[in-house]
């Protein structure tokens, strides 16, 4: 039996409208690539944490980006961690394959979904907790 070798997942850069390669374009943000037809929107960044997406797919994942960074903004390395593997969880996926930048529009929708049950379980948690810190005085 040969053994395969793991190799990390990564993102092809084909358009997955036309089937072409992508072109890169350097930008102040770092190296976008975008399919060449005329009016199509298809495009990903590079890094490998992103997928070619079209405009709508785009605007989600921009969405998604809105709900879930505030969960772990300012609150060290370790927080992030645990929010990111939460959600690895709950979306029935590995940790390599977690990045918002991967993600499908409903994808987006049910990270945006998670978002509001954390807040949600650890805002009612938190305040549960401080309650019984008040009644026990």
């Keep these: 039996m040969v053994k395969r070798e793991h190799t990390k997942w990564r993102p092809k850069r084909k358009c997955p409208v036309h089937n072409v390669r992508l072109e890169p374009s350097e930008t102040r943000f770092g190296t976008r690539w975008a399919c060449p037809c005329a009016e199509c929107t298809v495009a990903c960044w590079s890094g490998g944490t992103s997928t070619p997406a079209d405009e709508p797919t785009r605007e989600m994942r921009h969405q998604a980006h809105l709900a879930f960074d ?26 390599e394959e977690t990045h918002i930048g991967y993600f499908g529009i409903e994808q987006c929708a049910r990270v945006i979904e998670f978002c509001e049950n954390y807040r949600k379980e650890n805002v009612d948690g938190k305040e549960a907790h401080e309650a019984s810190y008040v009644n026990c005085t």
């Design 70 to 95: 505030p969960l772990f903004r300012g609150k060290g390395r370790e927080v992030r961690a645990q929010v990111y593997m939460s959600l690895a969880v709950y979306m029935g996926l590995s940790q």
